[in-house]
């Protein structure tokens, strides 16, 4: 991402202030990260794959899948290793066995941690609380798209980020039939749209617009000005001629999200204001008030403003925030975050945490465990060094008592020892006179001396023991 505005033009147009007009030569302003934000999306690097690999295995009757089923479905359930691999890093979430202890492939099952843990978010999307605030979600989405309905596989590239139950459709649905319901889709390649049943104006209301109520005390009127909450990331700068045209832009009329909006020309700044308003509304509807770019720009194309969400998302970095992390673009919706941390939690959010901590436990005892197991298997080789040491001591040990028991049979020992000693201090002058001796260590070459005279003794004794016994 070379810049984050493009181009903004303070020319008029019609009337009105002109935006990102592209033929323009302005300055462009540099993208800077938020490490606080990238953490948070980060931090979810192996949740989402991890939840789709047990939600398979709970699935399944026998409660286990073999590791080829995972390795065939591993783009679906987005594994960013090989299912091995993946499935290894976490001991405390997969179990590997070999079922009928014969040599195939491994079978995959859960752990009693993970499953106590799959116990509880069922609660959760079981819970009444949690289904209503998502019926009410999935009916402020309805509202805001034009034509109050939407394909299912829309829905299900966004289900991680509404928080929706794998089997929505037949379990959550049909709850809430004054709300909304699914119909038979006239559009190539849908299996079928979620559709609006009945509009709601108590819902019918924008974050903003209750914040602006709450704050107006009730002196707030519908299309009067609206700021957006604002933040840059540190080390952005803006100058004053940005500076102005924000301020500028902030005291504009504030068009609700859940008004159209679209026949206003997407050049001027009203329009882009209500695009801003719609994507901000909608980002909110997200359980952790993030989403990929690619999920939401598939939306927008769906409602009619993928162009106007791409201004936004490139033109107003101070209300949202792109993630380059996890090797794709991910929207981050900025007031939802303080210091890196979500603002309003919810069940679910909570649920995923509890697995994430888990995963993080698993990760430090892994460490733990692959460094205990280096200081073992060091501690295996100096073992096997020390024991061939103690072995040696202990052959040489046992030559020196045999010696000492025989001591009183065999007298002229130590004449005959006399004799090597000196031949063997006759060697060791020739070798040290050599042109190489001057290389060697005199401790190294005194202790090698030493250890090989005590051998050729041992020997010598030895030889002579075995010819007098004969």
């Given amino acids: 991402m070379k810049s984050i505005f493009r181009s903004i033009s303070i020319r008029r147009h019609s009337g009105h202030r002109t935006f990102a007009d592209t033929s323009a030569v302005e300055d462009t302003y540099k993208f800077v990260r938020d490490r606080g934000l990238d953490h948070a999306v980060e931090r979810e690097k192996n949740l989402r794959p991890l939840l789709s690999i047990k939600d398979l295995i709970r699935s399944e009757p026998a409660k286990s ?60 999307y079981g819970s009444e609380t949690y289904k209503q605030g998502l019926a009410d979600r999935l009916l402020k989405l309805l509202m805001i798209n034009r034509i109050n309905k939407i394909p299912l596989e829309i829905l299900d590239l966004l289900k991680w980020d509404l928080g929706l139950p794998k089997d929505y459709v037949e379990t959550m649905v049909p709850e809430f039939p004054d709300y909304f319901r699914v119909i038979k889709s006239k559009l190539r390649g849908c299996s079928g749209e979620l559709e609006l049943v009945c509009w709601s104006n108590e819902h019918a209301v924008s974050v903003l617009e209750k914040k602006a109520r709450t704050l107006r005390k009730g002196e707030y009127t519908k299309g009067s000005a609206i700021a957006f ?68 720009l598939h939306l927008g194309e769906f409602m009619g403003l993928r162009s106007r969400f791409k201004r936004v998302l490139h033109n107003h970095p101070g209300i949202f925030y792109l993630s380059s992390k996890l090797r794709t673009h991910t929207v981050v919706l900025r007031d939802g975050y303080k210091r890196g ?81 000196q031949n ?18 005199f401790g190294n070459s005194g202790s090698r001396d030493k250890a090989q005279s005590r051998r050729s003794k041992i020997s010598l004794k030895t030889e002579k023991k075995r010819s007098r016994m004969y």
């Avoid at 940005?242 to 700044?269: C, F, G, R, V």
């Avoid at 006759?426 to 290389?439: F, I, W």
Wanted: with cysteine.
């Fill in 424 to 441: 063997q201090g006759l060697e060791r002058g020739r070798r040290n006179s050599s042109p190489r001796s001057g290389r060697r260590s």
């Fill in 65 to 124: 899948v073999p590791i080829s089923v995972i390795t065939s479905q591993k783009d679906s359930l987005r594994v960013p290793l090989r299912p091995i691999e993946f499935i290894r890093s976490f001991p405390s979430v997969f179990q590997e066995f070999l079922p009928g202890g014969i040599g195939i492939h491994p079978h995959i099952s859960l752990t009693p941690e993970i499953l106590n843990h799959d116990a509880d978010e069922q609660l959760v």
């Fill in 229 to 296: 909450p604002m933040k840059f990331s540190n080390g952005f700068v803006v100058d004053k001629k940005m500076k102005k045209w924000i301020d500028d832009w902030q005291k504009l009329p504030y068009i609700s999200p859940y008004e159209n909006a679209l026949h206003l020309s997407a050049t001027i700044d009203e329009s882009d204001k209500w695009a801003a308003a719609v994507l901000h509304e909608i980002m909110n509807l997200f359980v952790s008030k993030k989403v990929e770019k690619d999920a939401i």
């Fill in 341 to 421: 941390m979500l603002i309003e939690s919810n069940e679910l959010v909570t649920s995923r945490n509890r697995y994430m901590k888990l995963m993080n436990t698993v990760k430090k005892d892994n460490k733990a465990v692959s460094s205990s197991s280096k200081k073992e298997d060091k501690g295996k080789v100096e073992g096997e060094v020390c024991d061939t040491d103690a072995k040696a001591e202990n052959d040489d040990i046992s030559g020196s008592d045999v010696e000492d028991d025989r001591q009183g049979d065999f007298v002229d020992d130590d004449e005959d020892v006399d004799e090597v000693d």
